[in-house]
């Protein structure tokens, strides 16, 4: 299994500023990706992060809006930009482990006023 | 995209009765994963299915994959309050392991003591 932390777990932003999340994984990874879970909802993919190439967006999510950096095989970062009330959710990481496995981070609650 | 249909949305029932909830497709899923999430924390991965007319056990959780793998079903015998939560239903929709998730809409579930 995975151990995955992440920071902040939550927090309360203005409209307008932005907020990067950071995974921390206790093992390397070869695949990480963000979710996102709006409030009483199910989990929807943002992103897969690969170790030294550009992320990969799903339909509906662009770069400008959630740029995410993979410097390791241990650590991602999920930027939300120029925030709205919209993007207020839980953001969440996973990696993928042996077989079809994925293990999730807690989640880092947002709420933008 | 596989969309994947989850119900019902919302049960609450008494401690000690059975349930079941159910996870459809019109399209074969190569694998088919149950998770439960409990609030303030991730999924927890419980189950994935693989082999058509595959039945797992997990305690009193007991998990069905339909023979033409386009349906599975979760069954909680003997209902604890500790049973409670989302019940989300996922598979890689490209039927590798190495991409993300796809999510069903998921199953509120509380178990009133």
């Known amino acids: 299994s995975a151990v995955i932390s992440q920071k902040p777990s939550r927090d309360i932003c203005q409209r307008g500023t932005s907020l990067t999340i950071q995974c921390q994984v206790d093992?390397?990874?070869?695949?990480m990706f963000w979710y996102r879970q709006q409030p009483g909802q199910s989990l929807t993919l943002i992103a897969t992060?690969?170790?030294?190439?550009?992320?990969?967006?799903e339909s509906g999510f662009v770069i400008d809006k959630f740029p995410i950096s993979r410097p390791n095989l241990t650590f991602s970062t999920l930027t939300v930009s120029n925030m709205s009330p919209e993007d207020s959710s839980i953001y969440l990481c996973?990696?993928?482990?042996?077989?079809?496995?994925?293990?999730f981070g807690p989640g880092t609650r947002l709420l933008v006023l | 995209t596989q969309l994947l249909e989850q119900s019902p949305q919302f049960l609450s029932i008494q401690e000690g009765e059975n349930l079941t909830v159910y996870c459809n497709s019109s399209?074969?899923?190569?694998?088919l994963q149950w998770y439960r999430q409990e609030p303030g924390e991730g999924p927890v991965l419980l189950v994935t299915?693989?082999?058509?007319?595959e039945v797992k056990k997990l305690k009193r959780l007991t998990f069905q994959f339909g023979d033409a793998r386009k349906d599975s079903s979760l069954h909680i015998t003997a209902a604890q309050p500790g049973d409670t939560g989302l019940y989300l239903c996922?598979?890689?929709?490209?039927?590798?392991?190495?991409?993300?998730?796809?999510f069903g809409k998921g199953t509120h579930l509380i178990i009133q003591p």
């Open positions: 996973s990696v993928d482990a042996v077989g079809e496995t994925q293990y």
């Open positions: 093992s390397q990874v070869t695949m």
């Open positions: 992060a690969n170790q030294g190439s550009e992320a990969t967006y």
């Open positions: 399209s074969v899923f190569s694998s």
């Open positions: 299915v693989v082999t058509g007319g």
């Open positions: 996922a598979t890689h929709p490209s039927g590798g392991g190495a991409d993300g998730l796809t």
